[in-house]
């Protein structure tokens, strides 16, 4: 019987990859809504058009550079797109640290790690900090050229059916200003 509630003793890292139509669809259904979808170790594997016009349009990159903390260290935007980007890169680095302590043997972020201390200075001294951070909830502020700085609350959803894939929804308060540069951010 309890088999039925574990996973495959055989699940890989790669199989955490497999995206369900159904999630894809899920995923831009809720546009105007900003969606993204990560793999286990940040990849970014689905992102709507709302959060490609807040954070950036990983869809259209190499897939080998559609990962959140890779884009976070190694390309200048993000350091534009995120105001206190010292914060938000440090908790990428210690989620991405979470996923490690997950899977030990995973080769993939193995690759990563070494490519980004290699490639900054900044990861490998955030790697080293062996921060550990579970990212939940909560605000986080962006800033766009067109409307300027905005405040959205993020929440994490995880999906029992895909183990390692995560959810991250960002949503304003109803009838706020940030409501109205959300709307403004997704209509340009």
């Not at 159904?22 to 992102?47: F, Q, S």
């Not at 938000?88 to 991405?96: E, P, S």
């Not at 640290?97 to 201390?117: F, I, M, P, Q």
């Not at 986080?140 to 894939?165: Q, S, V």
């Amino acid at each position: 019987m309890t088999d039925l509630v574990k996973p495959r003793a055989n699940a890989s890292a790669e199989d955490s990859l497999r995206v369900r139509p159904e999630l894809r669809a899920m995923v831009d259904a809720l546009d105007p809504t900003p969606a993204v979808l990560h793999g286990p170790r940040l990849e970014v594997l689905v992102i709507n058009g709302a959060a490609a016009a807040l954070i950036d349009d990983f869809g259209a990159m190499p897939e080998p550079e559609r990962n959140m903390v890779r884009w976070m260290f190694l390309d200048p935007k993000a350091r534009r797109i995120y105001p206190d980007w010292p914060a938000v890169a440090a908790q990428m680095v210690a989620i991405l640290r979470v996923a490690g302590g997950r899977n030990r043997a995973d080769a993939r972020l193995a690759e990563l790690v070494t490519e980004l201390s290699e490639a900054s200075e900044e990861f490998a001294c955030a790697w080293a900090d062996r921060n550990l951070f579970q990212h939940t909830h909560g605000p986080k502020r962006f800033h766009h050229n067109a409307i300027g700085t905005i405040t959205l609350n993020y929440e994490t959803l995880h999906l029992p059916a895909d183990p390692g894939l995560s959810l991250i929804l960002y949503t304003a308060a109803a009838g706020s200003p940030q409501e109205a540069k959300l709307r403004e951010l997704v209509h340009i």
